[in-house]
């Protein structure tokens, strides 16, 4: 028998036992949760009140009281197990904005929303995790909501002071949740999850008597605004291969993407139709999403301008450009040199506005080509569509009647085009939806100069109709 207990507690310090959920229910116990603030990490008071942790707000430069920060060191918490951490705060102070951070391993990994601020009442907030393994380490920091995904710097003693108000948590819970499939949405009473929002807003509205997903952009930057669809409430299944999506595209923003998941990096997916502006009516745009993974996919729409500048362009003095969301006019005669994009690059470009002023009146800022009039740049999405129904426009994506065919693909240098009717004009696309290469009335175009990866040729044809292709520049 000895020598079993000894065996035992030789064993005993390789375990791992995963902890949570923290209720906070006992006095004086904070159950290894501490608190500290600024960039140095000074320890805070925390109070352990037996129903809740609670920190009071200090005075301080950004540099010793930003950022109230929990932080719990030995979580242990499975993330196979246990997809999503739910908080429960009542967040007496002005801090705008929640940062969950996950530690597994040497990876970090952030969550955020955006939280209420000076509550009477405890509000519930939830994170999903998107990595799998053991969290060690689990923090909770408060920031502003700024409109980015990193937020601000919240210190209490800027104007208007908040020092002294308190941020109690309830109670932390890690849990299992999977959210119900849902491929069809309609818009008709509620968002219908497309309720995570970055630089952007999203709302239901009435539009010509639809209902719709009102969206606009909120913030010039030279990132685009984007609304997704929240893990929380619903999931589309990646077995869907392609997505319709009906909208009306009042705004002059010319970028319109959808995210999705490829080998697990969120990767951009342009619809096959032209994305127009200004639009009167309401118009049908096809994706094709053959090559998302399989499983849970959490859709995101992706607004702003298309870059109309190139890296592999010539450019002369005064050509003006859009990068980044950004007008950019060039001042030396030469191109970027990578990896500088214009609205980086002071040596050969400098930013302006539309009309090539380096200075105008509001200020040169990034982001000066969105257009962010809440009154006058709304995109209203009627109707988001996953099947598998292949669209008439992407019908060579897999269809045994193809009209044109590739030669060869992958392709080095020059693409060939063999076509059932004559061939009026060839348009080569990357990823991102930048027209690269053009030529007109020819069964080849030259690719010489772009770099290699996937791209997409939009072949026009003599009887009106356009067929598009994928194909590999090696």
Not at 11 to 33: D, R, V
Not at 401 to 421: C, G, Q
Not at 425 to 440: A, C
Request: glycine share 6%.
């Amino acid at each position: 028998m000895k020598t079993k207990i000894t065996y035992l507690f030789l064993i005993l310090p390789f375990l791992t036992f995963a902890q949570g959920p923290w209720e906070f229910n006992t006095a004086s116990n904070s159950e290894g949760w501490t608190v500290s603030q600024g960039s140095a990490g000074a320890a805070g008071i925390l109070n352990a009140t037996g129903t809740a942790i609670e920190y009071t707000t200090i005075t301080g430069s950004s540099a010793t009281s930003r950022n109230p920060t929990f932080t719990k060191t030995s979580a242990n918490i499975d993330a196979n197990a246990n997809n999503q951490i739910e908080v429960r705060i009542k967040n007496g102070s002005a801090a705008s904005y929640l940062r969950l951070t996950t530690t597994i391993g040497t990876v970090l990994n952030t969550y955020n929303c955006v939280i209420t601020t000076a509550d009477a009442d405890y509000r519930i907030y939830t994170f999903t995790l998107t990595s799998s393994g053991t969290v060690s380490a689990l923090s909770l920091e408060f920031k502003l909501n700024d409109g980015t995904t990193s937020g601000n710097n919240y210190v209490p003693q800027t104007a208007p002071s908040t020092v002294g108000t308190v941020i109690s948590i309830d109670y932390v819970r890690p849990r299992n949740f999977v959210a119900p499939i849902q491929n069809t949405y309609n818009f008709d009473s509620t968002t219908e999850g497309f309720t995570t929002l970055t630089r952007a807003t999203a709302v239901q509205a009435s539009e010509s008597s639809r209902g719709t997903l009102m969206v606009n952009c909120n913030t010039a930057s030279v990132n685009n605004g984007k609304v997704s669809l929240s893990p929380i409430v619903f999931r589309v299944e990646g077995t869907n291969r392609y997505a319709h999506i009906t909208l009306k595209n009042t705004s002059n923003n010319t970028l319109f993407q959808l995210n999705g998941k490829v080998a697990s990096v969120l990767t951009a997916f342009n619809p096959v139709q032209n994305y127009t502006t200004s639009d009167a009516n309401y118009k049908t745009y096809d994706f094709d999403l053959t090559t998302w993974d399989n499983g849970s996919q959490f859709p995101e729409l992706n607004f702003g301008v298309k870059t109309t500048w190139l890296a592999t362009a010539t450019y002369e003095i005064g050509n003006i450009v859009i990068s980044g969301n950004t007008y950019c006019k060039n001042i030396s005669g030469a191109n970027s040199i990578s990896p500088a994009v214009p609205q980086t690059d002071t040596t050969n470009w400098v930013v302006c506005d539309a009309t090539g002023a380096v200075a105008p009146a509001a200020g040169a800022i990034l982001g000066g080509a969105l257009n962010i009039n809440p009154l006058t740049n709304s995109v209203y999405v009627d109707s988001i569509v996953f099947d598998n129904i292949v669209p008439l426009a992407t019908a060579d994506f897999g269809n045994t009647n193809n009209t044109i065919s590739l030669y060869p693909n992958p392709a080095k240098e020059v693409l060939n085009i063999s076509s059932s009717n004559n061939i009026t004009k060839i348009e080569v696309y990357d990823m991102q939806g930048r027209n690269v290469v053009s030529n007109n009335n020819s069964t080849n175009v030259n690719i010489a100069a772009i770099g290699k990866g996937a791209y997409i040729v939009k072949v026009v044809q003599e009887n009106g109709n356009i067929v598009s292709k994928q194909f590999i520049k090696e």
